[in-house]
Every structure is written in C-alpha cells, then in structure tokens.
C-alpha cells in the first residue's frame, strides 16, 4: 500500500516510505509514513471502510 500525502517541509505531494497503518484514538485508521526526499513525518487520514 503506497499513499501520497502532503509534505509540510516540500510543500508538494510525496508517495510515503516506510508507511504503516495505525489506529487514531477515536478509531479511525490513518497511514504514517516518511518523506522519501527530506525524511519529515507524514500523516494521512484514510477512509472509513
């Protein structure tokens, strides 16, 4: 599963590495993953299934 989020520090939409999915704490999953150019954090909400 590869997922483009936004880069804060790029300031441009990345595919993130190193990505996983986890639970927020109101039980929404997100996926969290690294920038593959500048290795900043990155956060992506995903749908409801």
């Known amino acids: 599963m590869s997922s483009e ?3 804060v520090k790029c300031k441009a939409k990345r595919t993130m590495s190193e990505e996983n999915v986890v639970t ?3 039980g ?3 996926a969290r993953g690294k920038c593959p ?3 900043t954090g990155m956060y992506k909400i995903l ?3």
């Open 5 to 7: 989020a936004y880069c």
């Open 24 to 26: 927020m704490k109101n």
């Open 28 to 30: 929404r999953a997100a």
């Open 37 to 39: 150019t500048c290795g």
């Open 47 to 49: 749908p409801k299934t």
